[in-house]
Nanobody
Framework: QVQLVESGGGLVQPGGSLRLSCAAS????????MRWYRQAPGKERELVAG???????NYADSVKGRFTISRDNAKNTMYLQMNSLKPEDTAVYYC???????????WGQGTQVTVSS
């Protein structure tokens, strides 16, 4: 199975930056697509950004130009560089990965990002 652990969340002022990491561990990864989702209080979970094993990326319109998703396949780690953060970016951010080996999606436990002055 695959375990995902996020890190890098915290409290930041508007206009600031944070870098989230998602590290995969376990066995027989076979991870293809990886994604970041977020869920704000009282709202549904939404897709923030995704990246394929080949490096193709996509972003939600709300974060385009501010967030950058990347991955290091050798380290089985995905990143989300978040710049020019806004209060509306406040949410719990979740890592998601699909494993072709196990034929299912996996989720991390989430990391809190709070943007406030």
């Amino acid at each position: 199975q695959v375990q995902l652990v996020e890190s890098g969340g915290g409290l930041v002022q508007p206009g600031g930056s944070l870098r989230l990491s998602c590290a995969a561990s376990g066995s027989g990864f076979g991870i293809t697509a990886m994604r970041w989702y977020r869920q704000a209080p009282g709202k549904e979970r939404e897709l923030v950004a995704g990246i394929t094993s080949g490096g193709s990326t996509n972003y939600a319109d709300s974060v385009k130009g501010r967030f950058t998703i990347s991955r290091d396949n050798a380290k089985n780690t995905m990143y989300l560089q978040m710049n020019s953060l806004k209060p509306e970016d406040t949410a719990v951010y979740y890592c998601n990965a699909y494993s072709v080996t196990w034929g299912r999606n996996y989720w991390g436990q989430g990391t809190q990002v709070t943007v406030s002055s």
